[in-house]
């Protein structure tokens, strides 16, 4: 009798201890969900071939929100961005009227983007991921100057692969350092330095076929200026697109972030008569906010 109820107690401290263990390694990674809000400015160009030969450059203002999730396996991240400009033609060595005409330029993204780590070349403070960007880049363009051309609407729809690094600046020793005369206190920091490239692989654009064949009837008393451009737009399967962004983010306690970025971005559609190009290069400061739940 003694020895089945040393038997039964050996048996649950068993059950227990394998239940704990089990418990304990399948708890979950811990999930990081991060919204951020960006301001950048920087140059922006753009050519329509088939409106006019010549590009229009300015200095654009833009704003981002995003939402990131972390975990253990992937990094998915969804982002809207919006910005406007008002651009001039670059008419080198001419002076005419043609060259004083502006063109209000504004554009809008979305884009959802899932990376994961590179587990087999993650080594010290190196971190290396792979994956891919799905974007959306809605753009309105608008110069009286051009006639029956003044407004210009294209979409663009890019499948991207995505490659970022990332080296950990962080230090968590305490100590000073000495520049010349000067003397600095070195308090325990986190920081990140990450540069990330994505390159299209599909690209598609939704735009204006300029031959006037497809046009609507023109009626001064009901004419719509949309109706006009998106009832002439067709779609093509062509084009390239490239990006990078090179971030300096620190972090603040609590796991809120502050990061300082370069952004380019650069597309083109092909064709011989409605060649497009478009470029942007930005410097952007981000606030990230780490929630907790």
């Not at 023109?218 to 962004?245: D, I, M, Q």
Request: charged share 20%.
């Amino acid at each position: 009798m003694r020895m089945k109820s040393n038997l039964m107690v050996f048996s649950l401290v068993a059950a227990l201890q394998l239940h704990g263990q089990t418990t304990e390694t399948t708890i979950p990674f811990e999930v990081t969900r991060v919204f951020s809000s960006s301001l950048a400015v920087g140059p922006a160009t753009f050519r329509d071939y088939a409106t006019s030969p010549l590009f229009y450059k300015s200095s654009a203002l833009s704003g981002q929100i995003a939402w990131t999730k972390e975990k253990e396996k992937c990094e998915r991240k969804w982002s809207m961005r919006s910005s406007i400009a008002s651009t001039k033609p670059v008419l080198p060595e001419l002076e005419i009227p043609a060259a004083k005409t502006k063109a209000l330029f504004s554009s809008s993204d979305i884009a959802y983007q899932n990376l994961r780590p590179w587990p087999r070349f993650n080594k010290g403070k190196w971190s290396y991921y792979l994956g891919g960007v799905g974007i959306s880049t809605l753009n309105f363009r608008m110069n009286q100057a051009l006639g029956n051309s003044a407004v210009g609407i294209e979409a663009f729809f890019n499948a991207m692969a995505a490659a970022k690094v990332s080296y950990d600046l962080s230090h968590e020793k305490t100590g000073t350092r000495k520049l010349l005369w000067m003397k600095r206190e070195l308090k325990p920091t986190t920081r990140a330095l990450s540069l990330q490239f994505n390159i299209g692989l599909l690209n598609a654009n939704y735009r204006q076929a300029y031959d006037y064949k497809g046009f609507p009837e023109v009626n001064g008393a009901k004419l719509n200026p949309f109706n006009l451009v998106l009832n002439s737009s067709a779609w093509a399967v062509n084009g390239t697109r490239f990006s990078s962004e090179l971030e300096f983010r620190r972090y603040q306690a609590g796991g809120n972030a502050v990061s300082w970025s370069y952004v380019w971005d650069a597309l083109s559609a092909p064709g011989r008569e409605h060649l497009f190009q478009m470029s942007a290069h930005r410097i952007q400061l981000t606030l990230h906010f780490n929630r907790k739940k």
